[in-house]
Protein backbone atom coordinates (compact mmCIF):
# COMPACT_ATOMS: atom_id res chain seq x y z
CA UNK A 1 0.00 0.00 0.00
CA UNK A 2 1.45 3.44 -0.94
CA UNK A 3 -0.54 6.25 0.36
CA UNK A 4 -0.16 9.99 -1.25
CA UNK A 5 -1.76 12.64 0.99
CA UNK A 6 -1.80 16.19 0.14
CA UNK A 7 -3.31 17.73 3.54
CA UNK A 8 -5.83 21.04 3.57
CA UNK A 9 -4.64 21.87 7.01
CA UNK A 10 -2.37 23.83 5.13
CA UNK A 11 -3.35 23.88 1.69
CA UNK A 12 -4.16 26.92 -0.48
CA UNK A 13 -2.67 28.85 2.71
CA UNK A 14 -2.66 31.65 0.40
CA UNK A 15 -3.29 34.58 3.09
CA UNK A 16 0.09 35.71 2.89
CA UNK A 17 -0.28 39.63 2.06
CA UNK A 18 1.44 42.55 2.67
CA UNK A 19 -0.35 45.50 4.11
CA UNK A 20 -0.34 48.97 4.75
CA UNK A 21 -1.35 50.38 8.61
CA UNK A 22 -4.20 52.34 8.91
CA UNK A 23 -3.47 56.05 10.01
CA UNK A 24 -5.79 59.14 11.45
CA UNK A 25 -4.12 62.15 10.65
CA UNK A 26 -4.42 65.72 11.42
CA UNK A 27 -2.88 68.10 8.53
CA UNK A 28 -2.90 71.68 9.71
CA UNK A 29 -1.67 74.87 8.23
CA UNK A 30 -0.65 78.13 9.54
CA UNK A 31 -0.09 81.44 8.15
CA UNK A 32 2.77 83.66 9.36
CA UNK A 33 -0.38 86.31 10.57
CA UNK A 34 -2.06 83.81 12.27
CA UNK A 35 -4.65 83.39 9.57
CA UNK A 36 -5.03 79.34 10.13
CA UNK A 37 -6.63 76.67 8.28
CA UNK A 38 -7.06 73.48 9.50
CA UNK A 39 -7.72 70.47 7.76
CA UNK A 40 -9.13 68.18 10.80
CA UNK A 41 -9.94 63.94 10.91
CA UNK A 42 -7.86 63.80 7.82
CA UNK A 43 -8.18 59.50 7.53
CA UNK A 44 -5.62 57.68 5.41
CA UNK A 45 -7.04 53.56 5.53
CA UNK A 46 -5.23 50.96 4.15
CA UNK A 47 -6.59 48.94 0.87
CA UNK A 48 -7.10 45.39 0.69
CA UNK A 49 -5.62 42.47 -0.43
CA UNK A 50 -7.30 38.64 -0.51
CA UNK A 51 -6.17 35.44 -2.50
CA UNK A 52 -9.09 32.72 -2.49
CA UNK A 53 -9.18 29.76 -4.14
CA UNK A 54 -11.14 26.59 -5.48
CA UNK A 55 -9.99 23.62 -6.98
CA UNK A 56 -10.57 19.91 -8.94
CA UNK A 57 -9.33 16.97 -8.13
CA UNK A 58 -9.23 13.99 -10.42
CA UNK A 59 -7.27 10.24 -9.99
CA UNK A 60 -6.69 7.93 -12.56
CA UNK A 61 -6.29 4.48 -11.01
CA UNK A 62 -8.04 0.85 -11.14
CA UNK A 63 -11.25 2.51 -11.73
CA UNK A 64 -9.81 4.63 -15.14
CA UNK A 65 -9.87 8.18 -15.00
CA UNK A 66 -12.27 10.04 -12.07
CA UNK A 67 -13.43 13.16 -10.85
CA UNK A 68 -12.75 12.73 -7.02
CA UNK A 69 -13.36 16.36 -5.14
CA UNK A 70 -13.84 19.74 -5.85
CA UNK A 71 -15.20 22.79 -4.46
CA UNK A 72 -17.28 24.23 -4.89
CA UNK A 73 -19.16 21.10 -5.66
CA UNK A 74 -23.24 22.04 -4.76
CA UNK A 75 -24.70 20.90 -7.51
CA UNK A 76 -24.92 17.81 -10.47
CA UNK A 77 -22.93 18.11 -13.74
CA UNK A 78 -23.18 17.15 -16.48
CA UNK A 79 -19.72 17.88 -17.78
CA UNK A 80 -16.95 19.91 -16.07
CA UNK A 81 -18.34 23.19 -18.00
CA UNK A 82 -22.24 22.51 -17.44
CA UNK A 83 -24.51 22.04 -14.80
CA UNK A 84 -26.98 19.44 -14.67
CA UNK A 85 -31.03 20.37 -14.75
CA UNK A 86 -34.06 18.46 -14.14
CA UNK A 87 -36.70 18.09 -16.33
CA UNK A 88 -38.11 21.68 -15.52
CA UNK A 89 -34.69 22.75 -16.03
CA UNK A 90 -33.65 23.53 -12.31
CA UNK A 91 -30.63 22.70 -10.97
CA UNK A 92 -29.93 19.37 -9.48
CA UNK A 93 -28.07 19.89 -5.73
CA UNK A 94 -25.80 17.74 -4.57
CA UNK A 95 -22.22 16.89 -5.09
CA UNK A 96 -20.41 14.89 -7.26
CA UNK A 97 -16.53 15.46 -7.19
CA UNK A 98 -16.90 17.85 -10.11
CA UNK A 99 -15.86 21.77 -9.73
CA UNK A 100 -18.90 23.88 -10.60
CA UNK A 101 -18.71 26.43 -13.05
CA UNK A 102 -18.15 30.03 -11.59
CA UNK A 103 -20.64 32.77 -13.03
CA UNK A 104 -18.76 36.33 -13.75
CA UNK A 105 -20.13 39.30 -12.35
CA UNK A 106 -22.24 40.21 -15.16
CA UNK A 107 -24.11 37.10 -15.01
CA UNK A 108 -24.88 37.44 -11.84
CA UNK A 109 -25.74 40.73 -12.04
CA UNK A 110 -27.97 40.31 -14.99
CA UNK A 111 -29.79 37.46 -13.59
CA UNK A 112 -30.51 39.61 -10.37
CA UNK A 113 -30.68 42.92 -11.56
CA UNK A 114 -30.93 42.62 -15.42
CA UNK A 115 -28.03 44.81 -16.21
CA UNK A 116 -24.67 44.22 -16.34
CA UNK A 117 -21.85 44.77 -13.36
CA UNK A 118 -21.08 48.00 -14.19
CA UNK A 119 -24.04 49.60 -14.28
CA UNK A 120 -25.12 48.83 -11.22
CA UNK A 121 -25.70 51.59 -8.17
CA UNK A 122 -23.03 50.73 -5.24
CA UNK A 123 -25.64 49.18 -3.39
CA UNK A 124 -26.53 46.19 -6.25
CA UNK A 125 -22.65 45.93 -6.94
CA UNK A 126 -21.85 45.10 -3.43
CA UNK A 127 -24.76 42.13 -3.59
CA UNK A 128 -23.47 40.87 -6.95
CA UNK A 129 -19.66 40.75 -5.38
CA UNK A 130 -20.54 39.21 -2.15
CA UNK A 131 -22.56 36.66 -4.41
CA UNK A 132 -19.66 36.45 -6.70
CA UNK A 133 -16.69 35.65 -4.31
CA UNK A 134 -18.89 33.19 -2.38
CA UNK A 135 -17.88 29.88 -3.95
CA UNK A 136 -14.72 30.91 -3.41
CA UNK A 137 -12.17 29.51 -0.30
CA UNK A 138 -10.50 31.36 2.48
CA UNK A 139 -8.28 28.53 3.96
CA UNK A 140 -7.12 27.26 6.11
CA UNK A 141 -9.94 28.55 8.38
CA UNK A 142 -12.39 27.52 5.98
CA UNK A 143 -11.11 23.80 5.59
CA UNK A 144 -9.82 23.24 9.12
CA UNK A 145 -12.35 20.89 9.70
CA UNK A 146 -12.39 19.07 6.48
CA UNK A 147 -10.62 16.01 5.14
CA UNK A 148 -7.13 16.17 2.89
CA UNK A 149 -7.93 17.18 -0.78
CA UNK A 150 -6.18 14.23 -1.98
CA UNK A 151 -6.36 11.12 0.16
CA UNK A 152 -5.40 7.95 -1.80
CA UNK A 153 -4.61 4.99 0.62
CA UNK A 154 -3.65 2.33 -2.21
CA UNK A 155 -1.59 3.72 -5.15
CA UNK A 156 -0.45 1.24 -7.43
CA UNK A 157 2.73 1.70 -9.96
CA UNK A 158 0.97 3.48 -13.22
CA UNK A 159 -1.76 5.79 -10.99
CA UNK A 160 -1.44 8.65 -11.29
CA UNK A 161 -3.67 12.50 -10.57
CA UNK A 162 -4.05 16.11 -11.02
CA UNK A 163 -4.95 18.90 -8.81
CA UNK A 164 -6.18 22.11 -10.81
CA UNK A 165 -5.78 25.38 -8.53
CA UNK A 166 -8.49 28.12 -9.42
CA UNK A 167 -6.85 31.77 -8.17
CA UNK A 168 -9.00 34.73 -7.23
CA UNK A 169 -7.08 37.90 -6.01
CA UNK A 170 -9.58 40.74 -5.18
CA UNK A 171 -9.10 44.58 -4.68
CA UNK A 172 -5.14 44.75 -5.85
CA UNK A 173 -3.15 43.00 -8.05
CA UNK A 174 -0.05 40.68 -7.13
CA UNK A 175 2.76 38.69 -6.82
CA UNK A 176 1.90 34.58 -6.32
CA UNK A 177 4.01 31.63 -4.82
CA UNK A 178 3.60 27.91 -5.10
CA UNK A 179 4.96 27.21 -1.58
CA UNK A 180 4.08 24.07 0.32
CA UNK A 181 6.39 21.34 2.53
CA UNK A 182 6.39 18.13 3.61
CA UNK A 183 4.57 16.86 6.89
CA UNK A 184 5.38 13.40 7.26
CA UNK A 185 6.96 10.48 5.78
CA UNK A 186 6.33 6.53 6.97
CA UNK A 187 7.96 3.48 5.90
CA UNK A 188 4.68 1.69 7.61
CA UNK A 189 7.18 -1.43 7.89
CA UNK A 190 8.81 -3.60 5.68
CA UNK A 191 7.10 -6.14 3.57
CA UNK A 192 8.93 -9.40 2.50
CA UNK A 193 9.69 -8.25 -0.86
CA UNK A 194 10.75 -4.70 -0.01
CA UNK A 195 13.01 -6.13 2.60
CA UNK A 196 14.76 -8.31 -0.07
CA UNK A 197 14.60 -5.33 -2.70
CA UNK A 198 18.35 -4.23 -2.78
CA UNK A 199 17.44 -0.35 -3.25
CA UNK A 200 15.49 -0.29 0.21
CA UNK A 201 17.06 1.96 2.68
CA UNK A 202 16.15 2.85 6.26
CA UNK A 203 14.53 1.18 8.63
CA UNK A 204 11.36 -0.64 8.79
CA UNK A 205 10.13 1.86 11.07
CA UNK A 206 11.39 5.48 10.43
CA UNK A 207 9.14 8.51 10.85
CA UNK A 208 10.20 11.84 9.42
CA UNK A 209 9.36 15.18 8.80
CA UNK A 210 11.99 15.97 7.10
CA UNK A 211 13.47 15.84 3.23
CA UNK A 212 15.98 13.91 4.31
CA UNK A 213 14.10 10.96 4.89
CA UNK A 214 15.28 7.75 3.68
CA UNK A 215 11.29 6.70 2.26
CA UNK A 216 11.98 5.97 -1.27
CA UNK A 217 8.34 7.19 -2.16
CA UNK A 218 9.47 10.60 -2.20
CA UNK A 219 11.75 9.93 -4.95
CA UNK A 220 9.28 7.39 -7.14
CA UNK A 221 6.24 10.07 -7.13
CA UNK A 222 6.98 12.24 -10.62
CA UNK A 223 5.41 15.84 -10.91
CA UNK A 224 4.17 18.40 -13.56
CA UNK A 225 3.28 22.13 -12.21
CA UNK A 226 1.56 23.87 -15.17
CA UNK A 227 -0.32 27.02 -16.16
CA UNK A 228 -4.01 25.07 -16.51
CA UNK A 229 -5.50 27.72 -18.88
CA UNK A 230 -8.60 26.56 -19.48
CA UNK A 231 -9.19 25.05 -16.13
CA UNK A 232 -9.91 21.45 -16.95
CA UNK A 233 -7.45 19.54 -14.74
CA UNK A 234 -5.64 18.27 -17.49
CA UNK A 235 -1.94 18.95 -19.21
CA UNK A 236 -3.10 20.15 -22.57
CA UNK A 237 -0.26 20.54 -25.59
CA UNK A 238 -1.01 24.21 -25.46
CA UNK A 239 -0.06 25.13 -22.22
CA UNK A 240 2.77 26.21 -20.61
CA UNK A 241 4.51 23.93 -17.94
CA UNK A 242 6.59 24.96 -15.24
CA UNK A 243 7.98 22.30 -13.78
CA UNK A 244 8.31 18.80 -15.43
CA UNK A 245 5.87 17.70 -18.38
CA UNK A 246 8.05 15.18 -19.99
CA UNK A 247 5.93 12.02 -21.46
CA UNK A 248 8.76 10.34 -19.86
CA UNK A 249 7.18 10.52 -16.08
CA UNK A 250 10.69 9.51 -14.92
CA UNK A 251 12.05 12.57 -16.25
CA UNK A 252 10.44 14.79 -14.22
CA UNK A 253 11.07 16.50 -10.59
CA UNK A 254 10.58 13.84 -7.90
CA UNK A 255 7.97 15.07 -5.46
CA UNK A 256 11.12 15.33 -2.97
CA UNK A 257 12.58 18.17 -5.35
CA UNK A 258 9.12 19.47 -5.86
CA UNK A 259 8.75 20.02 -2.11
CA UNK A 260 11.83 21.54 -1.59
CA UNK A 261 11.36 24.01 -4.27
CA UNK A 262 8.28 24.91 -2.68
CA UNK A 263 9.69 25.29 0.90
CA UNK A 264 12.40 27.62 -0.03
CA UNK A 265 11.95 31.04 0.85
CA UNK A 266 8.54 32.44 -0.40
CA UNK A 267 8.37 29.24 -2.93
CA UNK A 268 7.90 28.57 -6.79
CA UNK A 269 7.22 32.35 -8.32
CA UNK A 270 4.46 31.65 -10.36
CA UNK A 271 3.74 34.54 -13.68
CA UNK A 272 0.39 36.43 -14.57
CA UNK A 273 0.92 35.92 -17.79
CA UNK A 274 1.82 32.15 -17.77
CA UNK A 275 5.28 32.53 -18.93
CA UNK A 276 7.29 29.59 -17.21
CA UNK A 277 10.46 31.44 -18.45
CA UNK A 278 9.83 34.36 -16.04
CA UNK A 279 12.01 34.82 -13.19
CA UNK A 280 11.49 36.06 -9.64
CA UNK A 281 12.35 39.94 -9.67
CA UNK A 282 10.69 41.72 -12.44
CA UNK A 283 7.60 38.99 -13.65
CA UNK A 284 4.24 39.67 -14.34
CA UNK A 285 1.46 40.02 -11.87
CA UNK A 286 -1.32 38.42 -11.13
CA UNK A 287 -4.62 41.29 -11.56
CA UNK A 288 -7.46 41.57 -9.12
CA UNK A 289 -10.78 40.19 -9.78
CA UNK A 290 -8.81 38.11 -12.50
CA UNK A 291 -9.32 34.06 -12.49
CA UNK A 292 -6.14 32.25 -12.81
CA UNK A 293 -5.70 28.24 -12.90
CA UNK A 294 -2.31 26.27 -11.53
CA UNK A 295 -1.65 22.25 -11.99
CA UNK A 296 -0.12 20.03 -10.30
CA UNK A 297 0.18 16.25 -11.40
CA UNK A 298 1.28 13.44 -10.01
CA UNK A 299 2.39 9.88 -10.93
CA UNK A 300 3.65 6.67 -9.65
CA UNK A 301 5.45 5.03 -12.90
CA UNK A 302 5.68 1.71 -13.06
CA UNK A 303 9.22 0.89 -14.00
CA UNK A 304 10.57 0.80 -10.19
CA UNK A 305 11.38 -1.92 -7.58
CA UNK A 306 9.54 -3.17 -4.46
CA UNK A 307 11.29 -0.56 -1.95
CA UNK A 308 8.02 1.74 -1.91
CA UNK A 309 5.52 -1.19 -0.51
CA UNK A 310 3.91 0.73 2.08
CA UNK A 311 5.52 3.66 2.57
CA UNK A 312 3.49 7.07 2.74
CA UNK A 313 4.26 10.67 2.13
CA UNK A 314 2.02 13.60 3.45
CA UNK A 315 2.69 17.05 2.52
CA UNK A 316 0.98 20.76 2.32
CA UNK A 317 0.73 22.79 -1.01
CA UNK A 318 0.07 26.38 -0.68
CA UNK A 319 0.10 29.59 -2.22
CA UNK A 320 1.49 32.86 -0.95
CA UNK A 321 0.81 36.45 -2.37
CA UNK A 322 2.36 39.81 -2.03
CA UNK A 323 0.94 43.33 -3.48
CA UNK A 324 2.42 44.69 -6.68
CA UNK A 325 2.91 47.95 -5.53
CA UNK A 326 6.27 49.25 -4.29
CA UNK A 327 7.64 45.34 -4.61
CA UNK A 328 9.52 44.02 -7.37
CA UNK A 329 8.08 40.17 -6.85
CA UNK A 330 11.70 39.10 -5.50
CA UNK A 331 9.77 38.39 -2.08
CA UNK A 332 8.99 39.52 1.35
CA UNK A 333 12.65 40.50 1.92
CA UNK A 334 12.86 43.18 -0.38
CA UNK A 335 11.27 46.74 -0.87
CA UNK A 336 11.39 48.26 -4.48
CA UNK A 337 10.74 52.11 -4.62
CA UNK A 338 10.90 51.48 -8.85
CA UNK A 339 7.43 52.31 -10.81
CA UNK A 340 4.79 49.89 -10.39
CA UNK A 341 4.96 47.16 -12.53
CA UNK A 342 2.83 46.42 -15.35
CA UNK A 343 -0.64 44.46 -14.85
CA UNK A 344 -2.27 42.49 -17.34
CA UNK A 345 -5.30 41.03 -16.94
CA UNK A 346 -7.24 38.44 -18.47
CA UNK A 347 -11.49 37.90 -18.06
CA UNK A 348 -12.85 36.89 -15.69
Request: charged share 25%.
Amino acid sequence: MHTLTLTRRRLLAGLGTVGVASAGAGLGTSAYFSDEETFETNDLTAGEFDLQVDWQVTYAGPNGFEYVTASPDNYRNDDIDTLARDGLFNLISGADGVRDPIDGRDAIANRAFGTDFHALTDAQAAVVETAFRSPFSDVPADLAEQRPIIDLSDVKPGDSGTVSFSLHLFDNPGYVWLNGGLIETRENGHTEPEAEDPDTVGPADEVSASLDSDVELLDEIRVTVWYDLDGDAEVDGDEPVLLGGDADPTSNPTLRELLALCSTSDGVPLDGTADPAAGAAGRACFANSTTYYVGLRWELPVDHANQIQSDSVAFDLGFYAEQCRHNDGAGTATVDDSPDPEVVPTDE
